[in-house]
């Protein structure tokens, strides 16, 4: 009966994609999927196929490839992924139908789940993961709401990488020439940018709230409306593609690199945090007295302990760790405070109905779907298991300790070292992912930098 029932539901959603497509006129549909990277991989299919085949298949190998596209041939990978590259079965998700509004054609862009051959999830794609941990926050009659903030830099056209990046020219003729944190004046250089940002979001229904522009030079943010921690990742998901296609219409770059220019702050995907009782939608992070609750307490706790492990999942790459770094605007270890931001764990000033916790150590850089689901999975271990936080920082964070991994081989450790993180996100997934980080940083072992160069070369 179950099954008949999930059946109905999924043609009901069909029917209704259906009718969006027809509305539209679509004439060729994007079949989307995140690989490890956040990276969208996929087909673009003629709107007859996608209705007569209703998904498609992929290599298995394709969620475990590197930003360069290598693909790990270590004993955990092997183990993972079927030597033979089976493929992945890929499904639509009907809630996930937009209009891809900078296409010449009409054309519509679906995410896409995975599933094994005989209809299971595939529990190391990343959309999985987060519903994974959904799932367990679901078994304890709990649900997640969440709202991420992500920074980000418009920079101008540099098709040299081995040239540094520099602001882009505004409508004034002129470059930034210092940080200009809040200013409306800078935003407004770039109006015709942001004018086809928020059109662009509003045409795929992206629920963005404020704009604003952050310390850096070049540096922007965009705040999300609070909701579904599966709907604001495909939120993300799709606005970072969105943010870099409207920049190229105008001449730019937009990247969500943690640390794009040696003289500016990092990039950050602040990530708020609260858990609602599912049956009556009352925050459970507070009591009816409006003080805080133990599992608000506990919710730190497990930030605590398990953020340190998860910073492979929170900055996966060589250059995540050059945003984290002491008085640079970003985090450097795991205190917590009320109002605080100088420290890991913020819990902003909000009602009783709305108090939160902000995991600010998250990069820009990050999946989405995978920072959304280690982030929860952290204050899931810590409700679970009681975990009472250090007392409260009064001060500047930035005169304690690091206490967060300074390198991402360090990370890697960490994430393998820790159990019960495989536990609550899945094996095959830590595994997978560990194997393919681990590339990633061989192949920037390779790299010869200019620093050493310019200082080596000569002097050694």
Not at 57 to 77: C, H, K, S, W, Y
Not at 180 to 202: G, H, K, R, T
């Amino acid at each position: 009966m179950k099954e008949i029932a999930r059946l109905e539901r999924e043609q009901i959603g069909f029917n209704e994609m259906d009718e969006f497509l027809n509305r539209h006129g679509i004439t060729e549909v994007e079949c989307l999927v995140p690989d490890m990277t956040g990276t969208p991989r996929g087909k673009i299919l003629p709107r007859g196929k996608f209705r007569e085949e209703r998904g498609m298949r992929l290599p298995e190998a394709v969620l475990g490839m590197t930003v360069t596209g290598e693909i790990p041939n270590d004993e955990a990978f092997n183990r993972i992924i079927d030597a033979r590259d089976k493929d992945l079965v890929l499904k639509p998700d009907p809630n996930t139908v937009r209009v891809v509004p900078w296409a010449v054609d009409p054309t519509a862009e679906v995410i896409h789940d995975c599933y094994t051959i005989d209809d299971q999830f595939v529990d190391y794609a990343p959309r999985s993961v987060l519903r994974r941990v959904l799932g367990l926050y679901a078994e304890r009659g709990w649900k997640a709401v969440v709202a991420p903030e992500l920074e980000f830099y418009i920079v101008a056209r540099n098709t040299d990488p081995d040239l540094p990046l520099h602001p882009p020219v505004g409508r004034s003729g002129r470059t930034e020439s210092g940080r200009q944190a809040y200013s409306i004046d800078a935003v407004n250089e770039f109006d015709p940018l942001f004018e086809d940002i928020y059109e662009y979001c509003e045409k795929q229904e992206l629920e963005i709230d404020t704009l604003i522009h952050e310390v850096g030079t070049g540096q922007m943010e965009i705040n999300f409306l609070h909701g579904d921690a599966l709907e604001l990742a495909d939120s993300v998901f799709l606005f970072k593609r969105t943010v870099r296609e409207a920049a190229l219409r105008h001449d730019m770059y937009a990247t969500f690199m943690a640390k794009p220019m040696a003289d500016q702050p990092g990039s950050a995907m602040h990530i708020h945090q609260s858990i609602v009782d599912a049956s009556t939608g009352k925050n459970i992070f507070s009591l009816p007295d409006g003080s805080d609750s133990d599992l608000f307490r506990y919710a730190i706790g497990g930030l605590q302990k398990y953020l340190p492990a998860s910073m492979a999942l929170f900055a996966p790459y060589v250059n995540s760790y050059r945003r984290l770094v002491r008085d640079t605007a970003a985090p450097i270890n795991v205190q917590w405070g009320r109002d605080n931001r100088t420290v890991g764990i913020r819990v902003p000033h909000s009602s009783v109905a709305a108090r939160r916790v902000e995991n600010r150590v998250v990069g820009a850089d990050a999946n989405p779907y995978i920072a959304l689901a280690t982030t929860l999975a952290c204050c899931y271990l810590g409700m679970v298991n009681r975990l009472e936080p250090t007392p409260e920082l009064v001060g500047n964070g930035y005169s304690h300790e690091y206490e967060l991994p300074r390198s991402l081989n360090e990370a890697i450790d960490l994430l393998r070292a820790t159990t019960e993180l495989h536990d609550t996100l899945g094996a095959n997934f830590v595994g997978l992912y560990t194997s393919v980080k681990e590339l990633e940083h061989a192949e920037f072992m390779r790299v010869i930098s200019p620093w050493e160069r310019q200082h080596l070369l000569l002097h050694v």
